[in-house]
């Protein structure tokens, strides 16, 4: 592969991404963008303009972009009409983040002509692959550069030594390890590594962060109403909101009574479990709302498939193939189904607990008529039950037969 | 078909199944057997003893077995295994007990020289079909005779007035209509129709008999310790028990804390949809137990695997299909993952939630060499990432470079 | 259920659906429309418009409709995009037919205010089912007869005595029993029943009327190009034809070089094994071009979601549940799959084979700079594969080393 | 990675293991051991034991084993029990090879204390991919040489070059690059590369070496019967057979009948399309006649979840993960479906089709007297489909209900 010569580079303005441009400029010679993204993981990004005009960057080569609305209409959305959960339990709320920076590095690179793009994930995670399998996607010709698979920059000491070599500063916070390594955005928070390397150990209270622990929260429950339209959430307590602003205040009251914290042990894609703590507040609120609202609108063939599809849904997102044929193809199914899913639902937050508590739609499947213990007035007559249950139980039938004949014979 | 002679009937010693009983006795002029099993649902059997003498069954002609750790170990246990709930959210709890039942209706039935069997489930709901498919596939020649199908006692008042004919006693609390129907055994207490068949309306409190209610539940966390072996528990906080006396702990435990309500709305084999609340104070914390320690002990082949055929398993199950051949074979690869799921969780129980905190295991997969963010003395390259994200991008690359020179020629 | 006041009859003009419009008239008293469709069963419609005349049918309440082109665009095309076959082997050539019928059914209702639909399938097979599963999901309110489960006309005797008695003229030669019973469409010709009931002995030669035998076929293969366009069939030797005369064009084909017989034994929906003879000649060519057309445009990705759930969407046909939730949701997903099967295939047609010989596209996938023996020129570096390996064994590595470590221990 | 002091070699013999067998004692200066077996690639292997000892292999060095009945009892025979196909069409049979040899090289490895083993893999191919997995997953410490991804002889020029330097004998037909690359065992004779390397073009008919042209196969059909235990071909015409003569008779015939061609261009694991001519004679018989036994002794539901698994688990043999925890898992399945699969099909050979013409099994679930268009003398009863198909019908008609509401509402 040849040198690369202008580079865009996924910018956080902290103080490895800071390293990392720097040592692109330096090692490989070349002229890097920058590219700083608020996916509501609530911080300021105009320190990282500031910083990465003091690193030498012109300003026509700093890109800034609030993807929030994007991020939750066009990523967290779609997704969770599927109600995806990775290994039963995880939200996924790293893993949709990163095919859209992989979009907007990919589109950048694009339009500043640049020939490769760089990022900051180690070359033991999730990320990198996420990263450059959504690049590789949008712009097969672009380079990637990886610095932590390349460098020597391999301990601390190394790290800060090349840091104050090369004039970037470094807050006094940031002169040691921090305990763990933190992700975060408008989905979740994340928190893996150092003191949470030993799943046989206890996570320390301090790790959460986002949300209220459990004892703590609201000694009284609080109820509130969802209302869906084709799946999606559109409104909070009747009031219409954006993607966003809903995701957002889902976020409010979650963390608020304390819902949403995983303590969890999952396999990576690249071979390897690894163990992280992931605060998932208002997600956490949605997937159980999302579920409420299906189970009165979505028929059980519809209902069956997805969740028969769902685990492999998951997969593909968690390994970074969310730009690939196979999960278009899987989004096409599930979107298909969420026609009529359509209705609000009430539901109950108290002390780490989000549970539906009722559900009603015009789309509504549920029928009194049928399902009462009352008279129903014809709607269904029991004695189809009986034919039902024999051409069903037939090939039972058929089967024991057989295997009692080869016994007897055997 | 020609009439039975001699009617095993499935009899709990409650109003219905008593008439059940005379009614077979008077419609049919055959001679009953009656089987009462105790699963754990709560209730002395004795009496069910006294009124089947009552209403002339002859002593022989009385079977009452303690099922509970038959129950758990081959019903309960297996299940469990396989992280199994239908539709998202439930536990199976009244699904896995009646093949159970169908099984010893059908051994009574082959031992006595009965020519049918007979319970007391309604031509509306699953329980019809899941006796009869299981008694079909273990006793292919025997009739089945399903009163609630067949008779004319549709109402409350035909049925009181059959009861006072017959000279079958009515307790006074049972003159008028339970505002909810129940049915309970060692998994679970499950609560339908009635005042809960809107599903726009919440359950009233009084639904939930067994489990505290969140608010009342102590305001101190709990933990305990589950241990595994090959899947199924057997230890809590390191004292061996039997698989029953293991789910009756973890029942105590979970009713004290508040956890395992579910408020469902559920799709039903026969078609139509059915609202109930289910508690599962015991299971829902095995649920949690279980993920936990596969997450350490399971590799990410046979568990996503298991993921992806775990909703048509709950399915077979739910419909009652678990005297199938693809049930077993189902089952022989879920049993096959778990030769090493073995290892101890400890778990956080409080107000409603039952979290893993920690797991430990002999049997770990777990790396922490591997994951490490310190030096990991060569365990893991990370250049072997690079050529793992290229060829993983290949045909991701070859796509867009197709999809880009179709969309130039178009 | 209140007596129907209007029939809409499927009506073949045969002996048996003849039969069966009279006893409508006379059991039911009800007013008979009767719907004939041409489906490509190589039978003149004119003949049974003259027979319901006679048979005191209204000139205005009898339908008949050429539905080839709709037959093959709108269910053939659809499931074969799927490469749908059902046991491995079956391509569902009358599972597919029948809910188009039901379609036309439905809407012949709506249009003349009938309030039932009436077939005349056996309540053995699965047509009954085909048919009212497909009435029911588009029209739910009206009835359906199916005179076969209803009446005491169970003896070839009675049938004729009571054509005699209404004055419907018999064929001398269906004065006998058929020696096994047929249906036929554009799609295949299947045989069924009597002499080929034991699926032990050998199908008689005079089963298959439709494609030469393959010791008939011409000694000198033939080589035929078809193109697609998003996974339809479009055009055969570069000629652009529509659906139905491709199929026709194949067909002929196919029928001349011996191919596409199937003796087969299957499982019916209602429970039991059953055995028949296919003859799908154009079909069994196109689901090999097909194939070839994929193997070249579609990404293993996409590919191989489509297998996995191949045997679910035939089953669906196969079932009847072509107007169903899961079947357009799956639909969904495999129309999303075929936007670039686009391209034309070379087959060898010859004595009972079809096979793809070559293919070419504009949408290709296949790079043979990547996959060449030779030189590539950079396009692959070979050491990525060594990376690629590495992580893709390391769960395999770590499983390795912690059963070692178990059983040292053990 | 420390360099190997003792290695073992997958050696054919041929030119180019020879060639790799010297560049390992010259460029990691270390001892090889040689590994060669029979597979039913129909050499012999005297030649080989002869070219090693020639190349300074030590006597006690060299390892020559005969595993045709291994191969075809513990991976052929458990393989063909699933029906696998890749992609619809490949037999797999060079994929299922590759375990075997990888546990073999696995195996000497830990007998001689090896701390390497090496093969004349490609880096663009699916074995290299297969052999290491393998090798991973048996012996995880050991280390593997893949020489073609690691040497600079990447010419023929130079790898005649090195030959000559280093006395590698080069038979006269070896000199110029062979037409195509060729691999074979008992199951199959693969072909591809070179002149078959643009899927456009049709592949010469000197490429199939193995199987006769089906225009010179012979004009009379031959008929067989093949007899099945659980599963597995146990004997042909009555004679009882090892599985290798099995495989091998069945190989003679289907060869002789021109029988098992495929021209196929597939998805490789690591990215790539590539194109091949697959001949699999014998296997291509022993697949016809296992689904024919299977049609009759198999029930639906283990049958349909047996075909709704089968991509997966062929997937998994292409990609390399037999020696895996899901294939095991994927295996108990099939193999707890294959109890009762025993029984005789008959098969007509003719002309480049086996197609199963009868098939009779002790373990049949085929009901005569239920499938009968005949009498059946009440084993069932057609009324019963009525409520059968009406309880599958409901969900549709609740479904077509609510959206004709919603329509109207609209």
């Known amino acids: 592969m040849k040198k690369p010569s202008k580079v865009v580079l996924a910018y956080s303005g902290g103080l490895d991404t800071s390293i990392i441009l720097k040592w692109l400029q330096t090692e490989y010679g070349c002229e890097v963008v920058t590219f700083t993204a608020d996916l509501g993981q609530g911080e300021e990004l105009e320190p990282a303009r500031q910083k990465a005009l003091m690193l030498g960057i012109r300003e026509e080569n700093i890109h800034i972009l609030d993807l929030r ?145 459990v004892e703590d929260a609201p000694d009284t429950p609080e109820f509130i109403e969802v209302t869906f339209e084709k799946g999606d959430a559109v409104a909070i307590d009747g009031e219409a909101l954006s993607p966003a602003t809903i995701l957002t205040r889902l976020n409010e009251l979650g963390a608020k009574h304390g819902i949403g914290i995983l303590d969890f042990v999952e396999n990576r894609f690249v071979g390897m479990k690894s163990r992280g703590v992931y605060e998932t507040p208002g997600g956490t609120i949605l997937l159980e709302a999302h579920r409420g609202i299906e189970q009165i609108t979505l028929d059980s063939g519809a209902g069956h498939l997805k969740d028969s599809i769902m685990p492999r ?29 359509s209705g609000t639902v009430k539901l109950k937050l108290y002390k780490g607990m989000a549970r539906t508590v009722a559900r009603w739609s015009d789309h509504s499947l549920y029928s009194e008529k049928h399902v009462t213990f009352e008279e129903d007035a014809g709607a269904y007559d029991q004695k189809d039950a009986a034919g039902f249950i024999r051409l069903n139980a037939l090939r039972l039938r058929l089967i024991a037969t057989r295997n009692a004949r080869v016994a007897k014979k055997g």
Chains 1, 2, 3, 4 share one sequence.
């Not at 969310?322 to 599930?334: K, T, Y």
Request: proline share 5%; with cysteine; charged share 25%.
């Open 69 to 213: 609305e994007e991020f939750v209409k066009d990523f967290v959305f779609p997704m969770f009409r599927a109600n995806a959960v990775y290994e039963g339990l995880y939200l996924l709320g790293t893993s949709i983040a990163r095919p859209l920076i992989a979009k907007h590095l990919a589109q950048i690179a694009h339009q500043t002509g640049a020939d490769a793009v760089a990022h900051g994930a180690t070359g033991k995670g999730n990320d990198q692959v996420r990263f450059e399998l959504g690049v590789a996607a949008l712009e097969p010709g672009l380079q990637v550069i990886a610095p932590w698979r390349e460098w020597d920059l391999t301990s601390r000491t190394r790290l800060l030594e090349f840091a104050e070599q090369n004039q970037i500063p470094v807050a006094k916070n940031k002169r040691g390890e921090a305990p763990f390594s933190v992700d975060a955005n408008l989905l979740h928070t994340s928190s893996e590594g150092r003191v949470l390397e030993d799943p046989a150990v206890e996570a320390p209270d301090y790790v959460c962060e986002r949300i209220t622990a």
């Open 313 to 341: 849904y998951a997969e593909l997102i968690y390994n970074g193939f969310w730009f690939s044929p196979e999960r278009e193809a899987l989004q096409a199914l599930i979107d298909k189904t969420q026609e009529h899913v």
